[in-house]
């Protein structure tokens, strides 16, 4: 895919100084710029074993513990 990007005078004349000190391409240098970026700004995909989980079957229903709480609230502590 060819795209156009502009770079200002100090990153361009890097690129060109690091390419020719590798031997490489300044759009190689630019590309794996690219790909190091995306890959620490783009989210990750979850591991395979993420929805391997089981839950623990002895753990109390949620609800049941919300309720308790509920029973203790005061409404209208002014009362």
């Given at each position: ?54 839950p ?9 513990l ?14």
């Amino acid at each position: 895919m060819n795209f156009n990007v502009y770079l200002n005078k100090k990153i361009g004349e890097k690129v060109t100084r690091v390419a020719k000190a590798l031997r490489r391409s300044r759009n190689s240098i630019v590309n794996e710029a690219l790909e190091e970026w995306l890959s620490k700004h783009t989210k990750a995909k979850w591991p395979k074993n993420f929805f391997d989980f089981s839950p623990i079957e002895d753990v109390p229903d949620f609800k049941s513990l919300r309720k308790d709480l509920k029973d203790n609230i005061l409404v209208d502590p002014i009362e």
